[in-house]
């Protein structure tokens, strides 16, 4: 019995635990209900009653050896596994999270769309700046001095005596340019233009307009419609048509509003185009001849036409966007969405 009981000891002394399985091999072997140690305190029942105390403590002594290594190796295998553990958070064979690339803004999309439409037929690209004087945006578009249309315009001034202000539209520009250039002029004019609005759904204090100027001898009306006509199908599709409704503005005149017909219906009536079949998308008309000689050239011989289309509009008619404050949030779930290469 004491022999068998040092056989075990050395055993246990010499077992090898390198992994969880060994180390729970060891348990069964030694610990375990069915383990050597527990048969070897059913076999002290035979030893001789006077030896038994004495063997019964070498066994005492044996278990907690047992219980000793165990607990021993079981430490040491929990800190090696602990670095193992960090070393599998690097799996290498997973796959790369892709890198995602942004993507244009719809804004962006359509304006760059109308312009490379407008070049087609000949228009070069001009700008002008946002913090306008009050010649630029309104006196020299004849504008009369003090006149409500100045409050019309809902517009930011940025000085008391009202001369430094966010420019209201896009045709400060067509000014700059009649004043800087000789006939014929042939541009458009994309910008971010400012009102003093409450922001809804439906209005902005910020927003973009592409503005539009031919002037040249002998321009006409006729001009304005082919051109329009031909951006209106270009844009929205071969079939649309287009209508011009009488309206006013202080530098054009006649002026006009106009229409196209509605791409969703097809003229047929639907909610985008209010039942009507026809969907506004800007203002135009002839420069009028105070404008032209404001920024001295000579109506007697030139004339010209202009347009001012808003870009926010055009895009809600073609993505059929319903609220304005999306073009501003920046919302990636609403951006993702447009995908282009213009
Ligand atoms: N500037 C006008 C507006 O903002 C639009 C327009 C431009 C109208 C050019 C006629 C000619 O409402």
Redesign the pocket.
């Known amino acids: 019995m004491v022999e068998k009981i040092q056989r075990v000891a050395q055993e246990i002394e010499a077992a090898q635990i390198g992994n969880a399985a060994e180390l729970e091999q060891f348990r069964i072997a030694y610990i375990g209900r069915k383990g050597a140690i527990a048969s070897l305190f059913d076999d002290l029942k035979q030893v001789a009653p006077e030896q038994r105390r004495q063997v019964g403590q070498e066994l005492n002594q044996l278990k907690n050896l047992a219980q000793a290594r165990f607990d021993q190796a079981q430490e040491q295998l929990s800190s090696t596994t602990a670095g193992t553990a960090t070393e599998a958070a690097f799996d290498f064979t997973l796959p790369p999270v892709p890198n995602t690339l942004g993507t244009r803004h719809p804004l962006s999309l359509v304006r760059s769309e109308i312009v490379r439409i407008f070049e087609r037929i000949g228009f070069n690209v001009a700008d002008g700046p946002e913090i306008e004087d009050d010649w630029h945006n309104f006196t020299a578009?004849n504008f009369p001095e003090n006149h409500p249309a100045r409050e019309m315009?809902d517009t930011f001034f940025l000085s008391e005596d009202r001369d430094k202000l966010l420019r209201?539209?896009?045709?400060n520009v067509?000014v700059r340019l009649m004043e800087n250039q000789k006939p014929p002029l042939r541009s458009i004019m994309p910008g971010r233009?400012y009102r003093n609005e409450a922001i809804s759904a439906r209005a902005h204090m910020m927003f973009h307009?592409v503005?539009?100027?031919y002037v040249n001898k002998g321009v006409s009306f006729k001009d304005l419609k082919e051109t329009l006509y031909y951006f209106a199908k270009e844009m929205f599709g071969q079939d649309t048509r287009i209508r011009f409704r009488p309206?006013f503005?202080p530098?054009?005149e006649p002026?006009?509003e106009i229409d196209i017909s509605c791409f969703i219906c097809k003229g047929e009536g639907c909610n985008i185009c209010k039942q009507s079949g026809w969907v506004e998308i800007?203002?135009?008309?002839m420069?009028d001849p105070n404008v032209l000689s404001n920024c001295g050239i000579d109506p007697e011989v030139y004339s010209g036409?202009?347009?001012?289309?808003?870009i926010e509009r055009i895009t809600m008619l073609k993505y059929q966007i319903r609220d304005l404050r999306l073009f501003t949030e920046n919302d990636v779930r609403f951006l993702r969405q447009f995908k282009g290469v213009i």
Do not use: D, I, K, N
């Open positions: 578009l315009q209201t539209h896009t045709s067509q233009v307009q503005e539009g100027l309206s503005f530098f054009t002026s006009a800007g203002g135009a008309g420069v036409f202009a347009f001012g289309m808003g």
